[in-house]
């Protein structure tokens, strides 16, 4: 176990060091964190809503964040080229983000060409928006937990089991992990900090 929380400490830290230099980054990721927070305690009420918590809110502000606003030259505090991180991702680099949010994107658009798509919803002559809405947040939600078991069954072919149930583990724990590391991002956005000195980066 302590190999584990150990592995999961250094997975942490090198997405933290790699991957958010951008205040502006950060501050997304502390909205979305709030909102993948919601969306956790949503599950047990309510998954389809759940679901469009977290693709339209969460999913939405976390990769802006990364897509946008995060720099993507050289990384002089860490000495790595954007290409050698995104090389050495355990998880979804920008390449596997971009397939996995196009396969988002496309679901409405099926279902929508679709209403059965493909045989797994019983089209109705008199579908309403509102069950549109509630089957493509049904597949949203199986996209995300098909994309979560993906890499990581995945990383245990490819890497090892540990890595593959570290990198679960930090996904699901982000959110929480997020709001401890990133609570001061807005504040600190609003003084002109745009990058973080990451002074902490002997931390680990």
Known sequence: MQS???ALKTQRWDDHRYYHHSRINQTLHLVSAGSFIVGYFMLFRDPVAAAM????VAMVTRQAGHFFFEPKGYDAVNQATHEHKEHI????????KAILLAI???V???LWLNPGFFGLFTPQRSATFSQFVRHTGQ????VGVGGLVFRTLQL????DLQ??????????????????LYHKAPLRLLRGELIDPMIDRHAA
């Open 4 to 6: 584990f929380w150990q």
């Open 53 to 56: 918590i977290g693709w339209l």
């Open 89 to 96: 991702k355990v998880g979804y680099n920008l390449r596997r």
């Open 104 to 106: 988002w994107i496309a």
């Open 108 to 110: 409405p658009l099926v």
């Open 139 to 142: 597949l949203w939600l199986a």
């Open 156 to 159: 245990c072919i490819i890497r």
């Open 163 to 180: 890595t593959g149930l570290v990198w679960l583990t930090k996904i699901l724990t982000d959110p929480f992990h997020d709001v401890m």
